[in-house]
């Protein structure tokens, strides 16, 4: 299985700050990979597809980009409501698997 | 707006069944392909099963293959999950989403919660 690793498991930052969450792949998938936001109790929402493609009604200031093994979430300017845990997923192969999440928090 | 609404979780005993549904309304269930995700605390997020749209092609993740089933009636806008010879590592909650393009889950349900237990 390709395993789908994320740092920091955790990040703290504050209301206007630009946060980046880095996922890095076990070998290449090319541009294989979703970005997911899910706040607690609710279910997950896809935030970025193949990589750096803005799901529809998602603000602009989420951004994704890279390919091959290194990929990167970027929120540009945090709003309150994007305090949440963020999943990155691979799809190039079966099993599709998720990293274990970045927790961001308030500081 | 897509609506997706899971049931039939619960408590079950190992080696036990159950079966999951998941009912679908606010687009074209029958050109939509399906997919089963669940997450725990001790293994987060992982797929579980697909479907095509016309229940044709299904697809599973090896830790549950020949164990189980996934589904479709497209007349009753409903997709299922037939679990067999449970284990204590299925304990999840269980979500069904809708699948786009190259396996983007873009509608999910709100989970059912299946645990596994003596």
């Known amino acids: 299985d390709i395993q789908m690793t994320q740092s920091p498991s955790s990040l703290s930052a504050s209301v206007g700050d630009r946060v980046t969450f880095t996922c890095r792949a076990s070998?290449?998938?090319?541009?294989?990979l979703n970005w997911y936001q899910q706040k607690a109790g609710r279910a997950p929402k896809l935030l970025i597809y193949a990589a750096s493609t803005l799901q529809s009604g998602v603000p602009s200031r989420f951004s994704g980009s890279g390919s091959g093994t290194d990929f990167t979430l970027t929120v540009s300017s945090l709003q309150p409501e994007d305090f949440a845990t963020y999943y990155c997923?691979?799809?190039?192969?079966?099993?599709?698997?998720f990293g274990r999440g970045t927790k961001l928090e308030i500081k | 707006e897509a609506q997706l609404l899971e049931s039939g979780g619960g408590l079950v005993q190992p080696g036990g069944s159950l079966r999951l549904s998941c009912a679908a309304s606010?687009?074209?269930?029958?050109?939509?392909?399906m997919t089963w995700v669940r997450q725990s605390p001790g293994k987060g997020l992982e797929w579980v099963s697909s479907i095509s749209g016309s229940g044709g092609s299904t697809y599973y993740r090896d830790s549950v293959k020949g164990r189980f089933t996934i589904s479709r009636d497209n007349p009753k806008n409903t997709l299922y999950l037939h679990m067999t010879s449970l284990r204590a590592e299925d304990t999840a909650l269980y979500y069904c989403?809708?699948?786009?393009?190259?396996?983007?889950?873009?509608?999910w349900g709100q989970g059912t919660l299946v645990t596994v237990s003596s």
């Open positions: 070998q290449s998938i090319r541009t294989y």
């Open positions: 989403a809708k699948q786009v393009g190259e396996l983007e889950f873009v509608h």
């Open positions: 997923q691979q799809t190039y192969t079966s099993p599709y698997t």
């Open positions: 606010g687009f074209t269930f029958s050109s939509s392909d």
